[in-house]
């Protein structure tokens, strides 16, 4: 059974830092681009970052490129997202999706943030950024 499971969320000051988990179950990891998610209530899920499984070429949203670095560990399953000098914009539910779907399915290639090219995804992890 394929499961997602992201992890590290949690409450910190404008210009901290958090890294989050997403670690994989029921399938490996390594063969599937990895692409985080984020969304706030009352709005579309919006794309972050994706890393991709043979080359680990990277894309990044225009607006977190700079601040956040998307990377692998094979080994471990798992996929992390280190985010640093954290925004109040930042805060959202941070999700993990593979992306199965269209037809740069197993790569980041053509528009990696489209979260309609994802068919799992984990529950989320709460970031808040604040004073």
């Known amino acids: 059974q394929v499961q997602l499971v992201e992890s590290g969320g949690g409450l910190v000051q404008p210009g901290g830092s958090l890294r989050l988990s997403c670690a994989a179950a029921?399938?490996?990891?390594?063969?599937?681009?990895i692409g985080w998610f984020r969304q706030v209530p009352g709005k579309e899920r919006e794309g972050v970052s994706c890393?991709?499984?043979?080359?680990?070429?990277?894309t990044y949203a225009d607006s977190v490129k700079g601040r956040f670095t998307i990377s692998r560990d094979n080994a471990k399953n798992t996929v992390y997202l280190q985010m640093n000098s954290l925004e109040p914009e930042d805060t959202a539910i941070y999700f993990c999706?593979?992306?199965?779907?269209?037809?740069?399915?197993?790569?980041?290639?053509?528009?990696?943030?489209?979260?309609?090219?994802?068919?799992?995804w984990g529950q989320g992890t709460q970031v808040t950024v604040s004073s």
């Open positions: 999706g593979r992306r199965s779907r269209g037809k740069f399915y197993g790569a980041c290639s053509g528009d990696p943030l489209r979260d309609d090219e994802y068919d799992y």
């Open positions: 029921g399938f490996s990891l390594r063969y599937y681009a």
């Open positions: 890393v991709a499984p043979s080359d680990e070429s990277t």
